[in-house]
Structures are given as structure tokens and as C-alpha cells.
């Protein structure tokens, strides 16, 4: 890459967003991890954008996630704040007090059997107490792969994970985790529940100081850092905490690009009126101070609907998940979020955070819309024309930001990205002088067939589309959600299984699309009809009347920039 990599720095806060992150996490690892083998794709996507070469007190070399994580206290289960890779007991700080000591030991979690089995692959605890991890090849990357020493994964059971840190199989620096001790993850007391809350957080000098010093941290090591990406809990008290940090960075980091991925679980109960009720008040909170802030901000959730009127949870042909569960929904939208960062973080002509969100937010349109296919439904005999063409004119992808069927809905702007389909299925292969089904099939490479595709089912829409080799890793922790049909790559088999999935194509896009005025329009709706009155206790958490009906009316506003008859070419 010209210049070195154009790094990125990802904030990531609450703990959904804890569970998105850590399969988004593991996938990189995956991909780091992957064989020596000649049928491996060549590098084409940069892992220096997303993390950073460090050093042990013992001089070893380092490959972490730059992050910054925020959850509450009781949520690491058995993983310590400052991380298991720079720990040494030997040099702890010797207690300088002579007197008398009185010890208070928190319960010690046991350790999920899915980290220990992950301990025993990746390094060894010698006898004087020192953790030596695997030296790592270059000063770059874990371990190599090798079939000979990694032993045969253990594979977490949906029952054995109770949060995120269970089956997170990356090392964290000591300066990524920040825990708020002043709420609980678990109980019914001491909740972050409100917007509100969330927001004066980060109003309190102990939180800022915390974070502007790691923030200071990672981004003084960065040569050309492009940009900032949050991962942020929508529906809780977090959508609070990401409207700060979002306003901290546009005012410290200028120029910047910041892209917000707002996360929300699966459908939810309507036996819950308080949670609903605050689920709809912290995501309009949250989507209209998160926009004023970011260059581009997106919801993600299987869900099918943002307001209070609930609906079935998204399809997808080829999976099978429980969207109770946030370690399937995590999985998934992890493999999305996988696929449409694509962009920024290619190895050779990568398209920075800046211009990605110039191409999809004109017209002051600053939430867009994302969805996905997984996997992409190539047949081992068919050519992506073949398949492309099959899919007919309904939208190709399955929506992934809770705004109800797209059909009917126009699209303003897209970036769009297909990974994952070997070289040799690119084009059309049939004989020469046999009459082409379809001007797909004309194509001469992958990369024009899939911007003619595009340009067929949205003719007037500015597009931006990517063709990799590089599948998307499903390896274990991933949970397997994968129907019997398909191959280990992830292909539509017609025949018998051939072994369990390990990677898939996908097919990801961000869309600016008119859906959005019907949705954001939906939620303002909702937000109107409330009687505040019965939820004081949303009010007292910090938000005035005032700042209510701000926020219906920039609702309102925003939802206008995505009527239909505003397009490119009006």
C-alpha cells in the first residue's frame, strides 16, 4: 500500500456490540491464520488498518486489535481488564504499605473450555509464572498455521457462551478494555438504561480522562490514520455513550473519516413496555445525535422493524439461527460488517472512510441502510452470470438495518461487494457460438459483470462495487448456523456434504435508500404518540422536554431527505 496502511481505530461500546465485535475480531484472526496454500487468494485486504505491532515486557512481538472497548462491570466473565498478553506477576508493583492488609477478592469466573482449549494452542504458561505466546512470522500475525500443532478446535455450545468474552479468541492490548463500574451488566439494579445516562458518562472527568488518554494512545502511533469506526449498543444507555464519543472525536480529529454501525439484537417481546419503550426512545436518540456527529452511520440488527410495532426476524435461505441469540445475531451481522468495510481496508486502491461516506451521504443523508447474502448462492457448475441472473430483479441482498421489505424502495447511492468466488467462475463459460442468455454473459471479467448488474437494477444509481477472492472465514467460535447443502466453501451443493463449512462468499452492500423516509418517518410516528409522562424515568436520566421535541423534528428532517422522487438525476 502507497504510503503504508491508512489505519483505523475502532471504538466499541456495549455489549451487543461486544458480541458483534468479538466475532468480528475472531474472522480477522481467521483470516490471519490462514494455511499455506496454493489455492489461498493473495493478500488483498490490509490487516495493519485494523491492528497494531507491539511489544511483551519480555521483548516479544505483538499483533493486536487497535480498539477501545466500553462495557459494564460483571461483563468480562474471565477476562482480565488488562488483557492475559503483557501480564507478568513478577513485576507488579511491589506494596510499599508495612501495615496491616485486608484483601477483598471478587468471585473468579470459571474459564469457558472453548479459551482454555484456545490457551493451550497459542502459547504455554511456564513454570516461573511467565505467559510465552508463539513467536510470531515477520512481526506480523499470530502463529503460522500448521496442522501438525494446532489441535483440533473445541466448538463453544450456544450454552456455554454468557457474554462475549467466552468465546473471544484474540489478545487484547492492556490499554483496549475501559469497564464503567458505575453500572451492571447483570440484575435488575444499576442498569444503563437511558440515553441520558450514557451521555453524561462521558460528561464526567474520570470516563473522558480515560478515554482521551487511549484514544491519545493509539492514535499518536498512527502514521496515516484515516479514520475512526464505532461499534455502538442503539437500543440501551450506549446510544448515549456513542453520541459523546462520536461528538469528542469530531471535534478532536477533524478531517476524520467516523462511521457508526448502530447495533441492535434480535425482535423483541411485547410483554417488555419499559424495554420497548426505551429500546425506541435510545434508538431515535441515539440515530439523530449519532448522524449530526459521524460522516455516515448504519443499524444493523436482524430485526425486522426500528419502532415499537415488532416484526419476524430476517431469512436467510442457507442458515439456520436463533434470533434470541445474541451469539448467533452477533455471528452474522459480524460477517456483513466483514464484507461492506471492505473498501477502507484493501491492500491496493483502498477507498478511505472520507470517501466512502461522501459517495453514500449527499443531500444530507447520513444514515444509510446495509444488507447482505449469506453466503452468496453460487452452484459449483454455474458462473456468477449464471447466478446473477437467476436472482432476477428482486433485491439481491437480505436487509440488515431493521427498514422492513425493500421492494418498492429506491436507492440513491450503493457501495456493493462480492467476496469469495474462485477466479475461474468470474465470467460466463460457455462454448464459443453458443447465443448468451443474458449481456452478463458478455462480460469479459468479474469485476464488469458485477457493475453491469448493478447498473441493470438501478440504472440511475451511483454505484461503487468491489470483486475479491477472499472468502469470509467460519471458523469455530463461529456457530454453525449452515444449512446440509452446502460445500466447505460455502457453495449450493446438489449432491451429499463434503465436510463442515469453513468459509463462504458474501455478498454485502451499504445503500442510501429511500426506505430510510418510511422508517425514520415510522420511528418519528412512534415518538410522538408517546405519553411522556408514564416514562418519567427516562426524562430524569438527563433528557429535558426540549431536547425531545428536537429530536422528533430532526427525525422529521431526516427522514425528508430520503423521499423517492429525490435522486442524482432530478
Known amino acids: 500500500m502507497a504510503g ?32 499455506t496454500d496454493a489455492k489461498e487468494p493473495p493478500g488483498e485486504l490490509c490487516p495493519d488498518v485494523l491492528y497494531r505491532t507491539g511489544r511483551t ?31 507478568d506477576k513478577q513485576l507488579d508493583a511491589a506494596i510499599a504499605w508495612q501495615g496491616k492488609l485486608t484483601t477483598h477478592k471478587e468471585e473468579i469466573y470459571p474459564k469457558n473450555p472453548y479459551l482454555q482449549d484456545l490457551l493451550s494452542a497459542e502459547g504455554v504458561l511456564n513454570s516461573d509464572g511467565i ?68 451521555e453524561s458518562i462521558l460528561k464526567e472527568p474520570k470516563y473522558l480522562e480515560e478515554l482521551e488518554d487511549r484514544l491519545h494512545f493509539y492514535v499518536e502511533e498512527c502514521d496515516y490514520l484515516q479514520g475512526f469506526q464505532i461499534l455502538c449498543d442503539l437500543h440501551n444507555g450506549f446510544s448515549g455513550v456513542g453520541a459523546k464519543a462520536a461528538e469528542l472525536l469530531q471535534d478532536e480529529y477533524s478531517g476524520r473519516g467516523i462511521i457508526t454501525w448502530g447495533l441492535l439484537p434480535g425482535p423483541y417481546c411485547l410483554g417488555e413496555p419499559q424495554k420497548n419503550i426505551y429500546r425506541l426512545l435510545n434508538t431515535a436518540f441515539g440515530l439523530v445525535h449519532l448522524s449530526a456527529h459521524s460522516s455516515l452511520v448504519c443499524p444493523l440488527s436482524l430485526g425486522g422493524s426500528l419502532g415499537l410495532q415488532p416484526e ?28 461492506v468495510t471492505v473498501p477502507y481496508r484493501l491492500c491496493s486502491s483502498p477507498v478511505s472512510m472520507v470517501h466512502l461516506a461522501d459517495m453514500l451521504n449527499f443531500s444530507g443523508k447520513k444514515v444509510v441502510t446495509a444488507g447482505a447474502t449469506i453466503p452468496f448462492p453460487l452452484v459449483p457448475s ?24 425493500p421492494s418498492g424502495t429506491c436507492c440513491f447511492a450503493q457501495s456493493v461487494v462480492l467476496r469469495g468466488l474462485d477466479r475461474a467462475c468470474h465470467t460466463s463459460q ?59 466453501q460455502g457453495l449450493v451443493l446438489d449432491g451429499p456434504p463434503t465436510g463442515a463449512v469453513e468459509s463462504i462468499p458474501v ?6 435508500s429511500s426506505s430510510l423516509n418510511r422508517t425514520l418517518g415510522d420511528l418519528a410516528k412512534d415518538l410522538a404518540r408517546l405519553d411522556l409522562r408514564r416514562w418519567a ?26 423521499q423517492s422522487g429525490d435522486s442524482l438525476m432530478d
Open 312 to 339: 419476524p426476524p430476517v431469512n436467510f435461505p442457507h442458515l439456520q439461527y436463533d434470533a434470541a441469540l445474541p451469539f448467533h445475531c452477533g455471528a452474522i451481522l459480524a460477517t456483513a460488517l466483514d464484507t
Open 537 to 562: 424515568s427516562f426524562m430524569d436520566a438527563g433528557v429535558e422536554q426540549d431536547d425531545l421535541e428536537e429530536t422528533l423534528q430532526e427525525l422529521r428532517s431526516l427522514a425528508q431527505c430520503y
Open 430 to 488: 460457455l462454448t464459443p457460438g453458443t447465443p448468451l442468455p443474458s449481456p452478463l454473459h458478455a462480460c469479459t471479467t468479474g469485476e464488469e459483470v458485477l457493475a453491469q448488474y448493478l447498473q441493470q437494477q438501478q440504472p440511475r444509481v451511483r454505484s461503487s462495487s468491489h470483486l475479491l477472492l477472499t472468502p469470509c472465514k467460519v471458523v469455530p467460535p463461529y456457530p454453525y448456523l449452515f444449512s446440509s447443502s452446502l460445500s466447505q
Open 131 to 198: 505467559w510465552r505466546v508463539k513467536s510470531i512470522p515477520n512481526g506480523k500475525g499470530p502463529p503460522p498455521f500448521t496442522t501438525a500443532t494446532t489441535p483440533k478446535p473445541v466448538i463453544p455450545t450456544e450454552g456455554s457462551i454468557r457474554v462475549w468474552s467466552d468465546f473471544l479468541r484474540v489478545h487484547l492490548h492492556p490499554r483496549s478494555i475501559c469497564m464503567i463500574q458505575k453500572y451492571n451488566h447483570d440484575g435488575e439494579a444499576g442498569r444503563l438504561e437511558a440515553f441520558g445516562q450514557g
Open 57 to 87: 515486557l519480555h521483548g516479544q512481538e505483538t499483533y493486536t486489535p487497535r480498539l477501545i472497548l466500553m462495557d459494564l462491570k460483571g461483563s468480562l466473565s474471565s477476562l482480565k481488564q488488562e488483557g492475559g498478553l503483557y501480564k
Open 382 to 405: 454455474q458462473s456468477l452470470p449464471d447466478t446473477l441472473m437467476q436472482l432476477g430483479e428482486a433485491t439481491p441482498w437480505t436487509p440488515l438495518s431493521a427498514c422492513g421489505d
Open 507 to 512: 455478498l454485502g452492500a451499504l445503500c442510501s
Open 4 to 35: 503504508g496502511p491508512r489505519e483505523v481505530l475502532t471504538l466499541q461500546l456495549g455489549h451487543f456490540a461486544g458480541f458483534v465485535g468479538a466475532h468480528w475480531w475472531n474472522q480477522q484472526d481467521a483470516a490471519l491464520c490462514r494455511p
